[in-house]
């Protein structure tokens, strides 16, 4: 994880980032009724933890919660990979599957 995220000095814990209205599709919440917990990896992406992207993609990332950029994360979980974006104007962000995308 890279450590250069902005940090809120009154709350360290407080997301790097606004998520906007958070979705998800019917297929992750048919994953989320077989055990998936995706709060945890939508947790994790709104830390600045990308989860499973390249280097490249990563800087990207965290050069994009400053300059307003969409944010991508991706994770391999136990019942496969799932995304998380958050779009640029930080309206909302989707957890998806790859495939749905």
Known sequence: MD????????????????LGTVVATRAIMALAERGLMWELYLSQHASGDWGDVSVEDSRANTGGIACGDRLLSAFNTPLGRIW???EADRSSTCILLPEEY
């Open 3 to 18: 450590t250069n995220l902005p940090m809120n000095s009154q709350d360290p814990f407080a997301p790097a980032f606004e």
């Open 84 to 86: 998380i974006i958050t």
